[in-house]
């Protein structure tokens, strides 16, 4: 297992959330289910930058819809890490292999949301004759299970991907200039930041993302560990999985959410432990976690969510060290810590109980 701090990336991934909170309007929302206050600087580059972006663009209702699919299309993040500079952002969606990218997006499609009676063993096969039979693929993006105008999309965009790289480039070149702008005035920021967490690398290793997420990730299961920060979602503590890839990226804030989120007195801590479970989509997750492991499409398919809104959930979840993360073969299943819930139950009941 090999670990890579790659913190000079979180420019790259910053552009990605600076336009996924304006599209969404759901920045401060974020911050506010943390209980902390959105940080005026961010607020400010949201709402400055909000004036670049035409929420009705077609890229844009596909890339950066609410579920948030943008590590799968119309990229995979390790293209934004394998880019030196946000200048080359443009030249990388204008020169995209288009290929790669509807082969991949329809693998994804097709082990993660397709729902058919039955699958065929030839998938490879199978996916191949969709993309150029364009009836047999409407009816496969008809048996996905998201909303209609995201179906919609998704076949236009197969059928002519070059449309979509060409708007969000276009988008970007306008972007880019005032978003660095805002980002250049935090380089040093970062860069005390990054120092901080490369300190903390050197010093534990693996352990160091172990300790942040109570060790929810099995990260001894995979072959590489790519970690880097972020200034705008400074909230983050989430991650994306590839094969034996980890993509984990780290939020400037994270400290602050962590004791947000654990208490620093067990009572802090079980009144957030209660609050978290008082969701019902997350109540309702641990219920189906109770009596046996899931991964992440089964979660999906009870409670009638997408994958990605799953994924939301349970990043909350980990984080209060509700549930953990185990990876069999290539499949990845999450588990119930009923020690953490009970122990926090248990506590309110003698806080409650009269002392003779």
């Known amino acids: 297992m090999n670990l890579i701090f790659k913190g000079e990336k979180w420019k790259h991934i910053d552009l990605i959330y600076s336009i996924y909170f304006i599209y969404n309007d759901n920045y401060e929302s ?107 693929l ?3 993006i008809d048996n996905l299970k998201i909303n209609v105008e995201l179906k919609w999309e998704l076949y236009h965009f197969i059928n002519h991907p070059k449309k979509y790289f060409k ?23 970062m860069e005390e930041f990054n ?29 590489k560990i790519y970690l880097t920060t972020s200034l705008v979602n400074s909230v983050s503590t989430t991650y994306h999985i590839y094969g034996n890839e980890v993509y984990f990226f780290l939020g400037i804030d994270y400290e602050k959410v962590l004791e947000q989120l654990r208490g620093s007195q067990e009572l802090d801590r079980s009144l957030t432990i209660l609050k978290t479970i008082s969701d019902p989509i997350k109540f309702e ?17 009870k409670t009638n969510l997408s994958k990605n809104t799953v994924s939301y959930h349970m990043n909350c979840l980990m984080s209060m060290n509700l549930i953990k993360l185990t990876k069999e073969g290539t499949k990845v299943y999450y588990s119930i810590k009923k020690d953490t819930l009970i122990n926090s139950l248990e506590h309110m009941k003698k806080y409650f109980e009269d002392k003779k």
């Open 167 to 189: 708007e969000f480039a276009e988008t970007l070149s306008i972007f880019i200039p005032e978003f660095k702008k805002f980002i250049d005035k935090h380089n040093d920021t």
């Open 285 to 301: 997750i641990l219920s189906y976690l109770k009596d046996t492991p899931l991964f992440g499409k089964e979660i999906a398919k």
């Open 195 to 223: 120092l901080y967490v490369e300190k903390n690398i050197n010093d534990k290793g693996v352990e160091f993302l172990k300790d942040l997420t109570d060790d929810y990730i099995a990260f001894d299961s995979y072959e």
């Open 138 to 140: 409407f009816i496969f």
């Open 30 to 136: 974020l911050l506010e289910e943390y209980n902390l206050k959105p940080n005026k600087d961010i607020s400010k580059l949201i709402k400055t930058l909000s004036k670049f972006i035409n929420n009705d663009k077609n890229f844009l209702k596909l890339f950066f819809n609410e579920n948030f699919i943008f590590p799968t299309l119309p990229c995979e993040v390790d293209e934004l890490w394998n880019i030196d500079s946000i200048d080359e952002v443009v030249d990388l969606f204008l020169k995209i292999d288009e290929e790669k990218v509807k082969r991949n997006l329809m693998d994804y499609l097709y082990r993660e949301i397709y729902e058919p009676i039955e699958k065929t063993k030839n998938s490879k096969k199978y996916l191949s004759e969709l993309l150029v039979n364009s009836d047999k």
